[in-house]
T-cell receptor, first 116, second 113 residues
Framework: DTGVSQDPRHKITKRGQNVTFRCDPI?????LYWYRQTLGQGPEFLTY????????KSRLLSDRFSAERPKGSFSTLEIQRTEQGDSAMYLC??????????????FGSGTQLSVL | AQSVTQLGSHVSVSEGALVLLRCNYS??????LFWYVQYPNQGLQLLLK??????LVKGINGFEAEFKKSETSFHLTKPSAHMSDAAEYFC???????????FGTGTRLTVIP
């Protein structure tokens, strides 16, 4: 168990640029989640995959946000035309099958995005 | 819809003193409740959870929480604070019919030597 890995740890970009973050879940976990955390707030749910299927995406913040998990393993979160309000920590989490979704999440350390 | 409210964004205790972090929930159905901890520069980690059964649940590192339906509370306690307990603590609830956790705004615990 090597834990949930996120890359990069930090990303600085200029407004209007596109950014992509990667998440590698714990290998045997079939559920993968993306959250966003801003200063002074708790993590805010964005989207969720079970294997390669994206089962919930209505919470993505706008159509500039998209996520994929093409082979049911790693996932990417892309933000197009970034805005300063997108500056936040983006967290990835995974969990195993069984139990109810969200029962025990293992979180990565996050990607800190700064939009200048 | 479910939600949680954490009272006190910052709590300071002396080393060896009781830790009490407050969480109240709002739910029209029996909730599933969680406490997660975030140590500096680390990912969130599950401390404990309440689903069904015993209302007093024990977690890692000596923490426990009691589900009190009459008070709609799920406060986190630890009898004796240790310096290593300094972290941010999040209460969370499963959104019924959803596949995600709804987190509170967090409480930052400082332990004073």
């Amino acid at each position: 168990d090597t834990g949930v890995s996120q890359d990069p740890r930090h990303k600085i970009t200029k407004r209007g640029q596109n950014v992509t973050f990667r998440c590698d879940p714990i290998s045997e976990h079939n559920r993968l989640y993306w959250y966003r955390q801003t200063l002074g707030q708790g993590p805010e749910f964005l989207t969720y995959f079970q294997n390669e299927a994206q089962l919930e995406k209505s919470r993505l913040l706008s159509d500039r946000f998209s996520a994929e998990r093409p082979k049911g393993s790693f996932s990417t979160l892309e933000i197009q035309r970034t805005e300063q309000g997108d500056s936040a920590m983006y967290l990835c989490a995974s969990s195993s099958a069984g139990g109810f979704a969200g029962e025990k999440l293992f979180f990565g350390s996050g990607t800190q995005l700064s939009v200048l | 819809a479910q939600s949680v409210t954490q009272l006190g964004s910052h709590v300071s205790v002396s080393e060896g003193a009781l830790v009490l972090l407050r969480c109240n929930y709002s739910s029209s159905v029996p909730p599933y409740l969680f406490w997660y901890v975030q140590y500096p520069n680390q990912g969130l980690q599950l401390l404990l959870k309440y689903t069904t059964g015993a209302t007093l649940v024990k977690g890692i590192n000596g923490f426990e929480a009691e589900f009190k339906k009459s008070e709609t509370s799920f406060h986190l306690t630890k009898p004796s604070a240790h310096m290593s307990d300094a972290a941010e603590y999040f209460c969370a609830v499963i959104e019924t019919g959803a596949n995600n956790l709804f987190f509170g705004t967090g409480t930052r615990l400082t332990v004073i030597p």
